[in-house]
């Protein structure tokens, strides 16, 4: 393999493949050059270490070269995801690592982690998230701190402003966490269905980041106690604050890409090879030549205008299966933002017919 590598690479961005005997592809890898980085999978490594475990492995590699450092991040990518080699780790993920936020329907709503997003039952979903049980946490902080209910979807609810055709039950003392200030209390009759609806107003305001009340109302109660000489009650407040902080940021990372990333990218490559990236809501949708003639400008017009014109989901939406891409991409330009230099944002109204 290694006078494979002697004989054959250049020194140039691309991709490669370490497979077994038997044709399994183990391992997918990148680099800005590629040679360099297959040689050095050969010099003497530890036994333990990664390189040389897969090095024990495999008979042969295979290389592709791409234009650019980020075609090649691109299509590792796409190869992971295609041959989900088992020395691959990072890029690996899929659907069942990331969890939504889903807000029921009803009178009374409630906010529940799910692993997967779908409109069968009409909800409205958030995300995706990875980590689903920090996701859980953080909610159940803002559950805390609006008063929203947690109990079975299947509880009765009871407003205080509905209207009884018969005289109810004997119920039971109430819910625990309307006792302790942790819930409005819809399933006793504790608050009206508007004040309700107010507060799962705040916790999508919260989602799309017009909002930030559940933070200013728990970090003012932090201040108090601390004022108070409450220290133990202050560090428990404190905990929750990061939790929150936690769920918005991710939510943040997650508008940026969508909302921002949406362009036609032009990357100058190895040898002349340039490319433009028709890039939609964080994703990668078509790759072709950088045109050099008026019919190629034409084909790369008609080309970003059906893309572009396709019908868009909300800025909080994001298919899982497209989450890992619109995060690299994402990433690349965090990393690099003087390529957003080199991004022609699309204007349908001006460039469409």
Not at 117 to 126: E, K, N, T, V
Not at 157 to 181: A, L, M, N
């Amino acid at each position: 393999m290694r006078d494979t590598v002697r004989a054959g690479a250049a020194d140039r961005p691309g991709v490669y493949r370490m497979m077994s005997p038997g044709g399994e592809v183990i391992y997918v890898g990148k680099s800005k050059r590629v040679r360099s980085r297959l040689l050095s999978y050969f010099r003497g490594a530890y036994p333990e270490h990664k390189g040389a475990r897969i090095l024990r492995e495999a008979d042969r590699i295979a290389w592709d070269y791409t234009p650019s450092e980020f075609d090649a991040l691109v299509q590792e990518l796409r190869l992971i995801k295609q041959y989900r080699p088992r020395f691959n780790v990072a890029l690996k993920r899929d659907a069942h690592n990331y969890a939504f936020i889903k807000v029921t329907r009803g009178p009374a709503p409630k906010l529940l982690v799910v692993r997967s997003a779908g409109s069968d039952d009409g909800g409205a979903y958030y995300g995706p998230f990875l980590g689903a049980m920090r996701v859980g946490e953080a909610l159940r902080e803002l559950n805390d701190a609006l008063g929203l209910r947690d109990c079975a979807l299947d509880t009765p609810v009871r407003f205080s402003d509905q209207v009884e055709i018969f005289t109810p039950p004997p119920r039971t003392p109430g819910c625990i966490r309307h006792e302790i200030h942790k819930c409005l209390g819809p399933c006793i009759g504790a608050c009206s269905e508007h004040q309700y609806a107010g507060r799962v107003a705040l916790a999508r305001a919260f989602f799309e980041g017009t909002n930030d009340g559940p933070l200013a109302s728990l970090t003012t109660e932090m201040q108090q106690a601390s004022d108070r000489l409450e220290y133990e009650r202050a560090a428990r407040l404190r905990d929750k604050i990061q939790r929150l902080e936690m769920l918005r940021e991710q939510f943040g990372r997650l508008r940026f890409a969508v909302e921002t990333l949406s362009f036609l990218y032009t990357v100058s490559g190895y040898d002349g090879e340039d490319r433009v990236y028709v890039i939609r809501r964080g994703c990668v949708r078509a790759i072709c030549a950088s045109p050099r003639t008026p019919v190629e400008q034409d084909a790369l017009h008609d080309l970003a205008t059906s893309i572009f014109a396709e019908p868009g989901r909300t800025a909080t939406s994001v298919p899982a299966h497209e989450v890992d891409e619109l995060m690299l991409v994402s990433s690349w330009f965090r990393r690099h933002p003087h390529e957003l230099h080199h991004a022609r944002t699309w204007d349908l109204a001006a460039n469409g017919n």
